[in-house]
């Protein structure tokens, strides 16, 4: 049974720094695609960054430069170390992979970016 159990939300002002983890269990991260997803208020749920089973990376614009993303094998987690964070990026944050067809979801971390 997989599953993907995120950590690290959190209040931070504008400016500050967060570090999201996914714990998984079930899979090992470094054979599966990885990704972090994020959903605002009001607004559908968007793709922030993702780690692709050759270790190719994507990230959306509006994070490029700030976000990054990383496998840790040893734990067998991924994280997102968030810097220079702006009140847009408040939102619940997802991890997720796809495994032989089905996606699968953690239960979502908060992020609120606010003076």
């Known amino acids: 049974q997989v599953q993907l159990v995120e950590s690290g939300g959190g209040l931070v002002q504008p400016g500050g720094s967060l570090r999201l983890s996914c714990a998984a269990s079930?899979?090992?991260?470094?054979?599966?695609?990885m990704g972090w997803y994020r959903q605002a208020p009001g607004k559908q749920r968007e793709l922030v960054a993702s780690?692709?089973?050759?270790?190719?990376?994507n990230y959306a614009d509006s994070v490029k430069g700030r976000f990054t993303i990383s496998r840790e094998g040893a734990k067998n987690a991924m994280s997102l170390q968030m810097n220079s964070l702006k009140p847009e990026d408040t939102a619940v944050y997802y991890c997720?992979?796809?495994?032989?067809?089905?996606?699968?979801w953690g239960q979502g971390t908060q992020v609120t970016v606010s003076s």
């Open positions: 780690i692709n089973t050759d270790g190719g990376i």
């Open positions: 079930g899979i090992s991260v470094t054979i599966y695609a």
């Open positions: 997720h992979t796809r495994v032989y067809g089905n996606n699968y």
